[in-house]
């Protein structure tokens, strides 16, 4: 039998056999695999000194909910600060409205070079900056504008470090209709 027949005869097997109980299990085995190896090398890179119960995922915002943070952002300027900022782009939307600095703070490296990317391929990457730094551990004092897109149980704990630390003055939005909180912390 040459090697193209019995590839083929190979395939009608795979074709007609039903799954056992140990391909289910092998199939199982393998996804979980390479979710656990997508997990570790591409989103979980970051959190490796973030306490579990403050991880949160990479979601990005929808356009709708980018627009909804530039709808409310109307009439202030100045800085603006994306705590989690993905793949950038709630930062690179606030630039191109005119907020300025513009900076994102994130842990995945990944996600820090695709927003670099992002910007360069707009050419704005000279004006707005992507950090690779725990939110937590950074000093939001000088922030006059903040958005947030992290779970709700993170949030309580986010808005103890806000109301700390935010000046009067600052804004502090979170971008889903529902949710949205214009923070002024110490009124
Ligand atoms: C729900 S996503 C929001 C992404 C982006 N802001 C957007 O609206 O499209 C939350 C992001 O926060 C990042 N993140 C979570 N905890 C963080 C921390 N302590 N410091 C920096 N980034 C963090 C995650 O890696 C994830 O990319």
Redesign the pocket.
Known sequence: MDDESSTIEAFEELKTRSLGASDVAQIAAGTGLAVYAMWVGILQP??RR?PLK????????STS?VRNVMTLLKGRKGSIV??????G??VLEAYRHGFTPAVG????PW?VYLSRFKAWRTGHHEKVSYRR????KVDLSKCKNI?V??APSVLSLLQKKLLAELPHDALSLK?SPDIVSLQPPHA
Request: net charge negative.
């Open positions: 970051g959190f973030v403050l991880q949160v995922p990479y979601i990005p915002a909910q994306d705590l989690g900022s993905g793949d782009r709630i703070f994130e842990l995945n996600l730094e725990d939110f937590w958005t897109f992290l971008p």
